[in-house]
């Protein structure tokens, strides 16, 4: 994959810039780290046409216009704030006065309003995601209860448009559920529910960003039903299960031994759930469509020689399992550059992200196993397969961090 690497003082420059451009450079997909450093260096990093065949999880940082306008990807909006959300850890993690607000004292529920607050939180994250519930047995107290409190979050989140009310929500009831989330970030919480996630809050650097993120794509689930190109589909990904990758790492922990950047676990964690929500788009293909919603990148459809007709009439053609190929292999990729990461994590949370993650993978390779019948047929993961997970979960969970196995050689 060629990259175009332009010299730019600033990025109205760019486009005088353009004039001038020179191939400096030949940068492997995964090669982000280096991609980063060439944009803070002023450089705008202008790219990217895969090769035919080949794929790139992320088109460009910077794209140009047909008028020569300078458009920021979504990776670089959201590498944003993956960098504000390593940056707000690690200024926790540096000895100084604790700066969370805390639950105020007048509004703290007993202590015994507290715990059932988070068992109902555990009960619920039991009832819907049980080999995750399960892996998170295996965290200290603490840490288990905040998961659950953002895992009923993110869930409750998640039902005012996917859930039964869902066809009643409108915008001005997300911007309610927002207030809301602004009165559990300063301690007002509405509801039992609410309050376990105040609490932990109060404990853990976490950031409003992510969780507001969330419900900018639930807005975005409002109004649109299709993605122009990779682009716009990973900025939804980001929204809807990216944001959940966020809002884990700092209750998760880093391992204390662990050489990786705080920004490298935070990329890693977003990567998976990049990886998780197009590994569920892939799967729900044809349920999605019969609710009128297609998730593919048109641009890339459009490429395969297909339209939203094919998908409507859902025949697996051989220009279909071509066009499903390449979207496999690109969650592979985010995969593949999560797993790394996890690693990373603290030792008792990586058993439940590698249990989920393993689970959540091999949903790719059933679709596979389905000859790419993703119209009519639901790939799913058997009990067996589901089971066999857990142990390799949990041998993967006592490896050693990547950061220190490379650092050894
Ligand atoms: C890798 C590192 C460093 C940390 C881990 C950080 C975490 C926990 C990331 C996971 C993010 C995650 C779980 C995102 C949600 C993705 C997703 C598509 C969930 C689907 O939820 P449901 O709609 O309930 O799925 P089903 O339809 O399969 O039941």
Avoid at 277 to 304: C, F, K, M, S
Wanted: aromatic share 10%; net charge positive; with cysteine.
């Amino acid at each position: 994959m060629a990259i175009t690497l332009l010299r730019a003082a600033s990025l109205p420059g760019l486009r005088d810039a353009a004039a001038g451009q020179h191939v400096c450079s030949y940068l492997p997909n995964n090669n982000r780290r280096r991609r980063w450093i060439l944009c803070s260096l002023k450089y705008a990093c202008l790219s990217v046409d895969p090769g035919p065949g080949e794929v790139s999880p992320v088109y460009s940082s910077l794209t140009v216009t047909p008028a020569g306008e300078a458009v920021i990807s979504s990776e670089q909006k959201v590498y944003d704030v993956v960098l504000k959300q390593a940056a707000l850890l690690k200024r926790h993690l540096r000895p100084q006065p604790h700066t969370i607000p805390a639950i105020p004292k007048e509004l703290d529920l007993p202590t015994n309003g507290l715990n059932q607050a988070y068992h109902r939180c555990g009960e619920i994250c039991e009832e819907y995601a049980k080999t995750f519930y399960l892996g998170t047995m295996l965290m200290t107290e603490e840490r288990r209860r905040a998961i659950w409190a953002i895992y009923v979050w993110c869930r409750r989140t998640d039902e005012l448009v996917d859930g039964p009310n869902a066809s009643h929500i409108t915008p001005s009831a997300l911007d309610r559920w927002e207030k809301r989330l602004d009165d559990v970030f300063t301690g007002r919480p509405y509801d039992m529910l609410d309050a376990a996630l105040s609490d932990t809050i109060s404990k853990f650097p976490i950031d409003i960003q992510p969780f507001r993120d969330m419900i900018e794509g639930m807005r975005s689930d409002l109004r649109k039903t299709r993605y122009k190109n990779f682009d716009e589909l990973y900025m939804y990904c980001y929204y809807v299960a990216g944001t959940v990758g966020l809002m884990s790492v700092p209750v998760m922990g880093i391992a204390p031994e662990s050489k990786a950047t705080t920004e490298s676990v935070y990329s890693a964690a977003l990567a998976l759930g990049i990886a998780n929500q197009l590994t569920n788009i892939l799967r729900d293909v044809g349920e999605d469509a019969r609710r009128g919603r297609i998730y593919l990148p048109q641009d890339e459809l459009a490429e395969a020689g297909l339209c939203d007709e094919d998908i409507f009439n859902g025949v697996v053609t051989n220009k279909w399992r071509s066009f499903m190929k390449r979207q496999i292999k690109r969650a592979r990729m985010f995969f593949e550059e999560a797993e790394r990461g996890v690693t990373e994590l603290s030792q008792a949370s990586r058993w439940p992200v590698w249990a989920s993650l393993l689970l959540y993978r091999q949903i790719l390779d059933e679709i596979e196993a389905n000859d790419y019948n993703n119209f009519t047929k639901r790939a799913y993961v058997g009990k067996a397969k589901k089971l066999l997970a857990l142990p390799v979960a949990y041998g993967r969970s006592l490896l050693m961090p990547y950061s220190l196995r490379n650092s050894q050689k």
